[in-house]
């Protein structure tokens, strides 16, 4: 019989193009479902049911200024943007406060490395009042993939989020069992790739580093004005607000977080994102990762 009872589920998450969100519910309906196959679950002791509510910080141009309880289990999943946690949901995240409830933190990673964005995610969430109580990184679709350069392409799959909720069954067991004692993110390891892939792609990146020096190159999506509708979907699911409703053809550099939510959501194809990093991750990191977890 666990000390603490546990009253809801908050399921908060960063997720332009839909990954992170994806795998975060896949985890909370795990955490949310008992052994009998119902939808919602009490944990022993507790009267009430949990329910799960969520906080899409995707769209929210401010922090939003949220309080949990400590009654309340939290999942927080944010997208990898070179190794880190996208900075834009870190800034959001600053408004998401706990009372020393558990937390659960996920990286979706493009199918390369996650690095340090899961102890990053961790030490945000700890600073933030949570306990992280387990730790993920899982697979989603790299905002750079295309059909010319797949990298990732259509995860999460079915696989990825049945490994979803069988880990939230398992933090839900954790919590069931009265431990609600932190983790160390540190010791999440990433599944390496083939050391030729890396090498090969270290090469790439040093070269490209360089070329920038001399020749400097700000990639941008770009828009087809001949096949632009201007239906204003692009403008309407970026999560920075660096396309303005009837200029869709148009991308704000100093806004642009290149995650490419305009590209694949645009109904006409008129949206392209064209950057060397998508044939070096496509060549050298097609393998597919399997989602790595802690508790």
Same mark, same amino acid.
């Given at each position: 019989m666990p000390n603490k009872i546990y009253d809801s589920i908050?399921? !908060? &998450?960063? =997720?332009?193009?839909?990954?992170?969100?994806?795998?975060?519910?896949?985890?909370?309906?795990?955490?949310?479902?008992?052994?009998?196959?119902?939808? !919602?679950?009490? *944990?022993?002791?507790?009267?009430?049911?949990?329910?799960?509510?969520?906080?899409?910080?995707? @769209? +929210? =141009?401010?922090p939003a200024a949220v309080e949990l309880s400590a009654e309340t289990v939290t999942v927080i999943a944010a997208p990898v943007y070179g190794g880190r946690i996208a900075p834009v949901a870190v800034k959001r995240l600053a408004g998401i406060r706990g009372s020393g409830g558990p937390a659960v933190v996920v990286a979706l990673y493009g199918n390369r490395a996650f690095e340090h964005a899961v102890e990053e995610l961790a030490a945000l969430a700890a600073r933030q009042g949570f306990v992280p109580v387990a730790a993920a990184a899982f697979v989603g679709e790299h905002s750079y993939s295309t059909p010319a350069t797949p990298i990732a392409a259509g995860r999460p799959d079915a696989q990825d989020l049945a490994s979803a909720e069988a880990f939230g069954q398992e933090v839900r067991q954790k919590l069931e069992s009265?431990?609600?004692?932190?983790?160390?993110?540190?010791?999440?390891?990433?599944?390496?790739?083939? =050391?030729?892939?890396?090498?090969?792609?270290?090469?790439? #990146?040093?070269? &490209?580093? @360089?070329?920038?020096?001399?020749?400097? #190159?700000? &990639? *941008?999506?770009? /828009?087809?004005?001949?096949? %632009?509708? @201007? /239906?204003?979907? /692009?403008?309407?699911?970026?999560? !920075?607000?660096?396309?303005?409703?009837?200029?869709?053809? +148009?991308?704000?550099?100093?806004?642009?977080?290149? %995650? %490419?939510? %305009? #590209?694949?959501?645009?109904?006409?194809?008129?949206?392209?994102?064209?950057?060397?990093?998508?044939?070096?991750?496509?060549?050298?990191?097609?393998?597919?990762?399997?989602? #790595?977890? *802690?508790?």
């Open positions: 908050r399921t !908060v &998450y960063f =997720s332009p193009t839909g990954t992170s969100k994806q795998i975060a519910e896949a985890i909370t309906r795990g955490i949310a479902a008992p052994a009998n196959g119902s939808t !919602v679950f009490a *944990l022993p002791g507790s009267a009430s049911r949990l329910a799960a509510q969520a906080i899409d910080l995707t @769209h +929210r =141009s401010e009265g431990d609600a004692a932190p983790i160390d993110a540190s010791q999440l390891k990433d599944r390496r790739a083939p =050391s030729l892939s890396t090498l090969r792609f270290i090469r790439f #990146v040093l070269k &490209y580093r @360089h070329q920038q020096k001399r020749h400097p #190159v700000i &990639y *941008l999506p770009e /828009c087809d004005a001949e096949r %632009c509708t @201007h /239906c204003g979907r /692009c403008a309407a699911i970026c999560p !920075v607000g660096a396309i303005l409703r009837s200029d869709e053809t +148009r991308t704000d550099p100093a806004l642009c977080i290149r %995650c %490419c939510a %305009c #590209v694949k959501g645009c109904p006409t194809g008129a949206r392209t994102f064209h950057t060397p990093f998508a044939e070096a991750l496509s060549r050298n990191f097609f393998r597919r990762k399997e989602p #790595v977890t *802690l508790l």
